[in-house]
């Protein structure tokens, strides 16, 4: 079992950036593929973006160049940092750890980009 604690949500104006964290509870994090969704009112949870155990990243079309994921295995942490913010950003992101076999996913946390 994998607790995963997202933080770092909140208010952002346009244009503004914010940083989310997602800390695990196991020392095995290395293992497992990484990843930040995202699900606005309405709509279906969506992949923002992913990091491997290697490093390698993948994004979301709609967030290409403006976010970035990263991983501190060291902290059994990754990030992910937001720029350029706008309001069709506003969702509740989720964390994902991914093994072969099972996946966990953290709380939520909610962010909201308005004027």
């Known amino acids: 079992q994998v607790q995963l604690v997202e933080s770092g949500g909140g208010l952002a104006q346009p244009g503004g950036s914010l940083r989310l964290s997602c800390a695990a509870s196991?020392?095995?994090?290395?293992?497992?593929?990484m990843g930040w969704y995202r699900q606005a009112p309405g709509n279906q949870r969506e992949l923002v973006a992913i990091?491997?155990?290697?490093?390698?990243?993948n994004y979301a079309d709609s967030v290409k160049g403006r976010f970035t994921i990263s991983r501190d295995n060291a902290k059994n942490t990754v990030y992910l940092q937001m720029s350029d913010l706008k309001p069709e950003d506003t969702a509740v992101y989720y964390c994902?750890?991914?093994?072969?076999?099972?996946?966990?996913w953290g709380q939520g946390t909610q962010v909201t980009v308005s004027s």
């Open positions: 196991r020392s095995s994090f290395s293992l497992y593929i």
């Open positions: 994902n750890a991914k093994a072969p076999s099972v996946g966990y």
């Open positions: 990091v491997g155990s290697g490093g390698s990243t």
